[in-house]
């Protein structure tokens, strides 16, 4: 009987019957990979976002990640929950407080290289175990670090050392974390093994579980996240996730603002100042972002006319539900929060509507800076 071999890249089983399903390898290249018992082969999905970082969409559903969720539970594993710092509140998997058992699980804010350069990390911790214990989750332990440019990856990674000698280590979180590019550096310190895993920009990169040995006999175990709808990039297109995607730290920008004055963040992010005094607003988005500042009462009608062309993305393509509001006041200085574009400290004393498609994303807490 055949073995089945699987994409190294993303998980899933190498198969060439059908183009549009996930794994698929032209014949004769699976042939050769499977008589040269070659098991670093890549999926033809991989290889395109790889060298060309084109996607090749495949379905997805949550299901087997789900069941690898559940069985969990069962095992002798040491969780690592993934966020996104710039997406924290749909990153966090609420739902493991029901399948980390009797398990330590551990949490890690990456795109830490994103934080504007004077951020406090012991705040930012302050921040993430709050959240966390507001949803009932108790990290033993909370890491930020930054995958990509590895950062702060040390103490991580001496963490997971002491913890793999008498188990597997799992990462888990929503997509587009950063997941297989955090496993990737952490293979890459631990040994010399460069970009194994295959990483995008794209929510849906990694398809199925993914094992990588350790020399102590246990795993380092990739998983494909879960998808979420309350995630920004699950509903933009590729050039418009590009646009939004900060590369470098995100700098200040300052917009003095009286109240009856609306901010848009391009066509995803609106503030109405509602009540306060003359202020400043600073935000923090990626740097080719444009922020338009108008009056609340001619808003909507700005909106209307130039979505889709001044204030992109979203452009017509993109499935994105209409601008929804929430009202928040700042009881001191704080961040309102932008879920996967970055945040507004305003004042204390503020009262604000933001909006964001239906809402998602939306958050405040204490200002950082
Ligand atoms: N700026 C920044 N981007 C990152 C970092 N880690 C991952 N990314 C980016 O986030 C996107 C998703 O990464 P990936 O590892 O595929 O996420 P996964 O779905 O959780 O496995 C990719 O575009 C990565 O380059 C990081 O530390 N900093
Ligand atoms: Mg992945």
């Known amino acids: 009987m055949d073995e089945d ?91 493991l407080k029901r399948f980390v058992g009797n398990n330590d699980f551990i949490l890690v804010g990456n795109k830490f290289d994103l934080f504007p350069k004077n951020s406090k990390q012991s705040k930012i911790k302050d921040w993430m175990r709050q959240e966390a214990n507001r949803m009932g989750l108790y990290p033993k332990d909370i890491f930020l670090v930054s995958a990509k440019k590895k950062l702060n990856l040390e103490s991580l990674i001496s963490y997971i050392n002491d913890q793999s000698q008498d188990k597997d280590v799992y990462f888990v979180g929503t997509t587009n974390v950063g997941k297989s590019t955090l496993i990737n550096a952490i293979i890459d310190m631990m040994g010399d093994i460069q970009n194994l895993i295959t990483t995008s920009r794209f929510p849906g990169t990694t398809l199925d579980q993914i094992e990588i040995p350790l020399e102590n006999g246990h795993f380092l175990i990739d998983t494909p996240g879960i998808m979420t709808d309350n995630q920004l990039a699950t509903h933009l297109n590729a050039k418009d996730l590009e646009l939004i995607s900060p590369k470098k730290p995100l700098k200040p920008a300052t917009y003095q603002l009286l109240p009856g004055n609306t901010l848009f963040l391009v066509g995803l ?101």
Do not use: W
């Open 269 to 369: 992010g609106r503030i109405d100042y509602l009540k306060g005094e003359s202020t400043s607003f600073t935000v923090y988005v990626a740097r080719n972002m444009y922020v338009h500042r108008t009056k609340t009462t001619n808003a909507d009608a700005f909106y209307e006319k130039h979505k889709g062309e001044l204030l992109t993305p979203p452009s017509p393509d993109d499935q994105m539900a209409p601008l929804k509001g929430k009202e928040f006041k700042t009881e001191f200085k704080s961040d309102l929060l932008f879920g996967g574009i970055g945040f507004v400290t305003v004042p204390k004393g503020c009262l604000v509507k933001t909006y964001t498609p239906d809402g998602i994303g939306l958050g405040i807490r204490r200002a950082l800076i």
């Open 5 to 95: 071999i699987i994409c190294i890249g993303c998980g899933a089983v190498l198969q060439s019957d059908d183009p549009q399903k996930a794994g698929y390898l032209p014949k004769g290249a699976l042939e050769k990979a499977k008589n040269e018992e070659n098991t670093d082969v890549y999926c033809q999905r991989c290889f395109k976002l790889r060298h060309y970082n084109e996607i090749m969409p495949v379905d997805l559903n949550n299901d087997d990640f789900l069941a690898l969720l559940n069985s969990l539970a069962e095992k002798k594993a040491l969780i690592v929950n993934v966020v996104d710092l710039f997406d924290f509140s749909n990153s966090l998997l609420s739902s």
